[in-house]
């Protein structure tokens, strides 16, 4: 039986966002490239940090204006198998403005990683950046991590299961923001975009934030788009409620007017929820 009585090609189209905007994806990844290029040529970048030994694991950090500044820590989307850091920029400006610094990161994609890999490439990340607080110019106390699509998952995993990893590490995740996630791998499973993936059962429980404990100690903003499909909504409301039901300090808004690609092209989106 197909994941709550969807047929096959019915969860195709709920886990296909581009459905929404009638297959037109381009445009948007141009755009992004084009806004990460401008913020490039515009503010001050360090690029190609290196957290890893990998050529994949690289950052790029957008130092604020003001030494001690917070951080704000993007993990990009492309359903784990495709972009990087490098067109995954287009916010830094906005970010800038508000006072906080800026990174983000690139991790190892599929097939060439597994899920939990890529989880723990972000964690690396995030745990270099606290080691390195002092040099990049940032205060390790005062940390925000968002992810879109594929990153909001990412960035859930990494707060669920190594939480405990980035304290120890002397990185504080006072804000977390997850836009247009996917929290329950099951669907995913049974669609194309499994193939380069190949979860196994073992994988939907062990990598599924709905299925795991919920983070603490940090504030969430669970945000979707009005125009995602049904299926991402849903799937936001429910971690959200799962964060709720943990007495988790968490907003659940859904922002009018946008999609899934156009979401992350709005300032908006970054801005931590009220406690």
Do not use: K
Not at 106 to 128: G, K, S, W
Not at 194 to 207: C, S
């Amino acid at each position: 039986m197909n994941y709550r009585g969807f047929t096959r090609d019915e969860l195709q189209r709920e886990y296909s966002p581009s459905a929404m905007i009638g297959g037109h994806l381009q445009p948007y990844l141009e755009a992004y490239a084009a806004l990460s290029a401008q913020a490039r040529a515009t503010c001050e970048v360090r690029e190609n940090l290196r957290y890893g030994t990998a050529p994949e694991h690289v950052l790029d950090l957008f130092p604020a204006p003001q030494q001690g500044a917070p951080l704000h820590v993007f993990i990009h989307g492309g359903y784990w198998q495709a972009l990087s850091q490098r067109e995954s920029c287009g916010m830094a400006p906005a970010i800038l403005a508000n006072g906080q610094g800026f990174a983000t990161l690139n991790y190892t994609l599929a097939p060439a990683a597994r899920l939990d890999q890529m989880v723990e490439e972000c964690r690396d990340a995030l745990i270099f950046l606290a080691r390195n607080a002092a040099d990049l110019g940032f205060d390790p106390a005062r940390v925000t991590v968002s992810g879109h699509s594929a990153g909001a998952h990412l960035a859930a995993m990494v707060l669920s299961r190594h939480g405990s990893a980035l304290v120890e590490a002397g990185l504080t995740v006072t804000d977390a923001i997850l836009i247009s996630g996917v929290y329950d791998l099951e669907p995913i499973a049974e669609m194309s975009v499994n193939e380069p993936l190949q979860l196994t059962a073992d994988e939907i429980e062990t990598l599924s934030p709905l299925r795991l404990p919920a983070p603490s100690g940090t504030r969430l903003r669970v945000t979707v788009a009005e125009r995602d499909t049904p299926e991402f909504i849903r799937q936001s409301r429910s971690y959200a409620e799962h964060l709720r039901r943990a007495r988790v300090d968490v907003l659940f808004d859904l922002q009018a007017g946008l999609h899934h690609y156009d979401i992350i092209m709005t300032p908006g989106s970054f801005i931590a929820g009220p406690t």
